[in-house]
């Protein structure tokens, strides 16, 4: 019989309810611990809901698992190999770091931490470890951008003259988003997979300039901003746009256009998802895209990557840590209307 990965989950809200799921679809993996600060979440008396749909299947309910208050003891736990973090954004650091000093192997929620000098000490950290980390920036494993992703390096569209993504819902219920000190506002928490996928894709931008205004968690709730990159012809014209600040029954949507010199794609998810190809002198097309979410792929490619024995891949790491350093530019350019210098 082979060997299962023995997998704990800390933090029951949509996140961790998706991981869940996810896992129950891996031959390979058994949950056999899962925390929350929640007495209801860990009995299944009462479940976190998703802003897409597919998100949040995960249920306790018939789960053999040992249950835990505290998360610490689940880390505690020795029969655990990977310790998956769905916690707020403030616990990220306190939670990575306490697993990695156990030799755990951790998947960690987007954003990396709530800060880029916690994201630094993350990166050290996994630098000095044998265990595996990721990070789970979920938009790197998502069809549709992954479809991007290699459009733009493989330049078979021809060069990348602009990108434009965006990703709006309405505000997100729970104390945890109500407060911008823990959660870092929209600009963090939601926009972060924008800048990321954009970082992922260009590298780090020289300057950002972004505009913004407050919102229900009483930090910015939406952003608008413009990468900008060396000064030269060949370089992309590059922006994001995050909110949620839209009003009660608006839903969620998230969209790219990307304009090549030989044509250009539209992504849309909302109620459906649909990817379309616009080329001169060709009829427009729909990209059949792979079925399944981001989180399904992030997280099977990381069983993959401890079960293979291969190392972490210190590369994504490091940038989603970078991506905070945006983040943190676009806060400071919010606040003085200036473009502002990325340091990272």
Not at 28 to 53: F, H, T
Not at 188 to 206: A, E, K, Q, S, W
Request: glycine share 8%; net charge negative; charged share 20%.
């Amino acid at each position: 019989m082979t060997k299962k990965l023995k997998v704990g989950v800390i933090g029951l809200g949509s996140m961790g309810s998706t991981h869940l799921d996810i896992y129950s679809q891996i031959s390979d993996v058994e949950v056999i611990a899962v925390a929350d600060s929640i007495q209801s979440r860990l009995d299944g008396s009462s479940k976190a809901e998703g802003n897409i749909s597919g998100q949040a299947r995960g249920s306790v309910g018939g789960l053999k698992a040992r249950k835990y208050i505290d998360g610490m003891e689940l880390i505690n736990d020795p029969e655990i190999e990977l310790v998956d973090i769905c916690v707020g954004t403030n616990l990220h650091f306190v939670f990575v770091e306490a697993a990695l000093a156990k030799g755990k192997h951790v998947l960690v929620e987007k954003p990396l931490a709530r800060t880029y000098d916690e994201a630094k000490k993350i990166v050290q950290l996994a630098t000095n470890s044998s265990s595996n980390i990721m990070s789970a920036m979920c938009l790197r494993y998502w069809p549709a951008w992954v479809w991007l992703k290699d459009a733009i390096e493989s330049e078979v569209y021809g060069k990348c003259l602009s990108l434009n993504c965006r990703r709006q819902t309405s505000p997100p219920d729970g104390a945890f988003y109500s407060n911008h000190e823990k959660c870092g506002g929209a600009l963090l928490d939601l926009h972060v997979h924008d800048t990321d996928f954009i970082n992922y894709c260009f590298g780090m931008p020289r300057a950002v300039f972004s505009q913004g205004y407050k919102g229900p968690s009483g930090g910015i709730d939406h952003v608008v901003t413009n990468y900008i990159y060396e000064q030269s012809m060949d370089v992309p014209l590059v922006s994001a746009e995050g909110s949620w600040t839209m009003q009660d029954g608006y839903g969620f949507n998230m969209s790219y256009t990307a304009n090549f010199e030989n044509g250009t794609a539209c992504y849309l998810l909302d109620s459906e998802e649909t990817l379309k190809l616009f080329r001169s002198g060709h009829q427009s097309e729909v990209i059949e895209l792979k079925k399944g979410m981001g989180y399904e792929f992030e997280i099977r490619s990381f069983v993959d990557e401890i079960l293979s024995g291969k190392e972490s891949n210190l590369v994504l790491l490091n940038q989603a840590a970078e991506s905070i350093a945006i983040i943190e530019a676009e806060q400071v350019s919010i606040k003085s209307c200036l473009v502002v210098t990325v340091k990272a």
